[in-house]
């Protein structure tokens, strides 16, 4: 598994974390060792720029993701092929706010936004109540095993 982070933002993260985070997250749900995933930090107005240029909408937003060989989750029998998962982009900025109003950690709010942007690059959605249901309910239980595998380290 290969995968890059790139802070390019003035705010200092967790590095460590978040790539113990992604090879978490690819193993839980069997995607292939082999599979290469780019992770950028950017600032606000660069996150912007992003948002209106693919998503046609102002402002800045948290996270966005660009999926590159549509790649899905595997089973415990059979792993997903290799490949290029894609890139995430985050915003610290904006993952501040969010964590202040959530009541926690910036550096938990960015984890949430890792394995965010990770389950739609393997082709989960929320646009629907039953899509959001199961997305976020695998995402809160990814964060949840990972927050223990921490905590054994």
Known sequence: MSVEINNE???TVEEGTLLRLAAFVLQTLHV???ADLAVMLVDEA????LHVQWMDE???TDVLSFPMDEL???TEDRETPAGLLGDIVICPQVAAVQAENAG???E???QVLLTHGMLHLLG???????EEAEMFGLQRDILLSFAMAERGR
């Open 124 to 130: 989960f959605d929320h646009a629907a109540p039953e």
């Open 58 to 60: 102002p402002g800045a």
């Open 108 to 110: 938990q709010e960015v």
């Open 104 to 106: 926690h950690a910036l």
């Open 46 to 49: 660069a996150m912007e720029r």
């Open 32 to 34: 292939h060792p082999d």
């Open 72 to 74: 899905r989750p595997g």
């Open 9 to 11: 933002s003035e705010m």
